[in-house]
């Protein structure tokens, strides 16, 4: 079956500090992959896209890479911050149905 | 320029009553999306619009759900009658041409929905 996973548990870092999110996914030919972030009772806020044939991706203190021998994305936030902390959200397009489809998220708790 | 607009912010309504939710895209944004998020969970897609055309309702529960875009623009979500299990935050969503694929989607803030 198809599954997209991210952490389930909460990830608890220092500020400064590096904050690395994961997102694995099975039985997916994704053509692009997003990131977005969503805040309690907000919907979610676009962050990066990365298509299938880059490697990497970089915006301010955001990279994303995309691996898709080993189907998995790593989401990092370099120097994090208190405000940093919400729930990262990855989502897939696929080739098949041309829709995004949602992990459901990994939150992010950065303490100062 | 004003974000995607959706009203009502919270709904309670009990198991049988019908309920609707409202949805302005931000303009100029041809691709309109309803999304249902249940709670520790990523938002579902429920349809997709490309203009006033509905181009993807697969996971649209027809029995009691519907969806209109009149003229393209606004866009109405209804629940007749709703049941406990609908209890969740319904997202409206729009962007510049969701047939590209990698469009930005742009998220209202959500209508959450109590079924007691």
């Known amino acids: 079956s198809q599954k997209i996973e991210q952490n389930s548990e909460a990830l608890n870092i220092q500020e400064g500090k590096t904050a690395t999110l994961t997102c694995n996914y099975t039985?997916?030919?994704?053509?692009?992959l997003q990131w977005y972030r969503q805040d309690p009772g907000r919907g979610p806020v676009f962050l990066l896209l990365?298509?299938?044939?880059?490697k990497e991706k970089r915006k301010e203190r955001l990279k994303v890479t995309f691996d898709t021998t080993l189907k998995q994305s790593l989401f990092h936030i370099t120097a994090s911050q208190p405000a940093d902390s919400a729930t990262y959200l990855c989502?897939?397009?696929?080739?098949?149905?041309?829709?995004?489809?949602f992990g459901a998220g990994t939150i992010l708790r950065v303490k100062s | 320029e004003a974000g995607v607009v959706q009203s009502p912010r919270y709904k309670i309504i009990e198991k049988k009553q019908p309920v609707a939710f409202w949805c302005n895209p931000i303009?100029?944004?041809?691709?309109l999306y309803w999304y249902l998020q249940n709670l520790g969970q990523g938002p579902e897609l429920l349809i997709r619009?490309?203009?006033?055309?509905?181009?993807?309702d697969s996971q649209l529960p027809k029995d009691r759900f519907s969806a209109e875009r009149l003229k393209g623009v606004d866009s109405t979500l209804k629940i007749q009658p709703a049941e406990l299990g609908d209890s969740a935050v319904y997202l409206c969503?729009?962007?510049?041409?969701?047939?590209?694929?990698?469009?930005?989607?742009?998220f209202g803030p959500g209508t959450r929905l109590t079924v007691t």
């Open positions: 989502a897939l397009l696929t080739y098949y149905g041309n829709k995004l489809v």
């Open positions: 990365i298509r299938e044939n880059e």
């Open positions: 619009y490309e203009n006033e055309e509905a181009v993807d």
């Open positions: 039985n997916y030919s994704p053509a692009y």
């Open positions: 303009s100029g944004h041809n691709t």
């Open positions: 969503a729009s962007s510049l041409d969701g047939r590209q694929g990698d469009d930005e989607q742009y």
